[in-house]
């Protein structure tokens, strides 16, 4: 294992040992996934501390920081009293003195009490000190609806991120991508934003950790198809391949699944490779309609690609109101038939 | 070590108004002459430079400044106290406290010209670069001091806020995750008696801010804050507590900001001519001054030093925001992140298209 030793500023990453694993292939859970990329990137490199609300003695509301206090010791994965702010101001401070601080945020809706100490502080630091500062934090949030959670438990926070330059974030939507985002988030100088769907964590996928996934940034087509593109990321994803086989079942719509999976950096070449070839467009997402991530996608589109499209860019989302109470999620959420309508109205245009 | 029970309402106070010492005797004052005429010399040139940047923000030079004028006991007093590799944490009003740990003035100009924000080679010096938003940076501070903690260091990291900061819940945060972890962090709190127009009566309507320790479980220590050798002396009895493994401390210098908030504020639109009289009599400098003529210290030597020192810094100070060019704008897109992402790149590029269309 590497020496804690403090790093001068400026001085580059150590990303290679950071991204080394036990190579295993398994059967896991996106929970399990996410638990073994911390088991792995902490015994890869001494500097990285996992912190926050009941994540040593309880190993994490959704036990995804199970067993690194007992394997890492109280030092390295610790509890901390209950205050969002402070969880990612001392992982400024502790990043500031040479650590790989991987807080987690016990629920999304809980994320803004931090706001302030993320967008004034985590994500200007670099650009503050004219890139002398990395700001090597993870900020692990257990992200979004569909699992019939109290208030304040389902929230979409991603747009609020992707306008506050300086951060990147990222959205598994299977194990195996949980496993490598976030073995590359920390391993990222910069800081990261993971935004983890709950409703995806029991979802089983064979995860290789032999070989390193593509670095952050890369989209990748999870459904390959010639009539409409479908842009989703996490929790959608999964909705849209279902949407994609009732479509070509019932009507013999071909439709293209794009997994963006890194909404900052965004891969916007495989978004126009996809769009060009099929001429149409939906972007779904959970959030607010609203300046929610697919407003900036249909703006991008029409600005890049306008020549190439048959019909507008649509949007299949949330609606612009606060988070439904559980029993009314399901239909406020965007499941299989508002994204399938989405998709016939394209396809309706000439 | 047991909680603390009470906190002295009395500021510590090691040389009275008249300059004369007081009969305290829970500190020491026998500091070596060099020290003592060091501190001197640091705070008559924290001031003369002050005064400068406040001339070149007139002059144009400067966007903006926040004058530290009538804090420099408080400032070069906790500064001198701790060593060179301990962790300072700077609010924005910290000349005294950045001149001391030897940031250069090119980079203290740079923010208050509007070249760069924050602060370039502060770390360097074990020093974050400033923070404007009140209060949000003493859990920087704490996040360091355990980083201290666990690299088996015996260093202390010092939270320079002010009596505003105070009401904010980031320094509530910031106080007890220190305590919960018995984090080697000592915050030095330059109660200047005003938040812009805020007086600090109706800032909080506790006894005192040190009194807030209590609640902490940590020391709390008021201090006079225009006593340069009291500050150093509390400062010095926090930090040995804190390398100790004794845990925080709350120390409350009570000081005065003599000038506007910044150069964008009148005072007089809020606080009377009277209060600043009042003020000016307890002033750090001709305080310590006379300290030090009592004690045979203070004479023509350390008078020509200190103008000979004043000049230099001065007229460097003028050189190095007149002369510095405007980093190209480009940098911008180059230091957010590491590596620049495709998106910034394409930014960039439109910018740079656009400049050279119109030129």
Redesign the interface.
Known sequence: MTQ?V?R??GTP?PTGPLLTAVPVTAELTMVQALNRALHDAMAADDRV?VFGEDVARLGGVFRVTEGLSETFGE?RCFD??L?E??I????????????V?VPEIQFDGFSY?AF??IA??LA???????????MPVTVRIPSFGGIGAVEHHSESTEAYWLHT??L?VVVPSCASDAYWLLRHAIA???PVLVLEPKRRYWTRETVSTATAAPPI?RAVVRRGGSDVTVLTYGGLVATALHAAELGFSRFGWDVEVVDLRSL??????TVAESVSKTGRAVVAHEGPRTLGFGAELAARIQEELFYDLEAPVLRATGFDTPYPPARLEKLWLPGPDRLLDCIEKTLERP | MPNPVSVDPEPVTLIGPDGMATAEERYRRDLPPETLCWLYEMMAVTRDLDAEFINLQRQGELGLFASCRGQEAAQIGATAAVRKTD?L?PQYRELGVLLLRGIPLRQLAAAWRGS?????????KRC??I?I?IG????????????????GEDSV?VAFIGDGATST??VH??L??AS?YRAPCVFFVQNNQWAISMPVSRQLAAPSIAHRALGYGIPGVRVDGNDALACYAVMAEAALRAREGGGPTLIEAVTYRQGAHTTSDDPTRYRSAEELERWKALDPIPRYAAYLRHVGLFGERLEHRVAAHSARLRSELREVVVSVPD?DVT??F?????ET???LAAQRLALRAELAKEA
């Open positions: 804690i403090e001068p500023a990453e501390l030092q901390t009293p205050a702010s402070a990612v101001g001392i992982a400024v401070g502790l990043a500031l003195r040479g650590f601080p009490p302030d100490q004034s502080h200007k630091y670099r650009m503050r000190s004219h890139g002398e500062i990395d330059a300086g990147k990222s100088p910069d940034g900052n950096p965004l891969d916007f070449s | 962790w944490f760069w924000h924050g602060g370039i080679g502060f770390t360097a974050a670069p923070a938003p949000t940076h003493g859990l920087h501070a704490v996040g360091a001091a355990m980083a201290a903690q666990r690299l990291t819940g980031d945060e910031a007890n995750f919960v980093p940098e911008l180059d230091t957010t992140y590491a992402t495709p998106t």
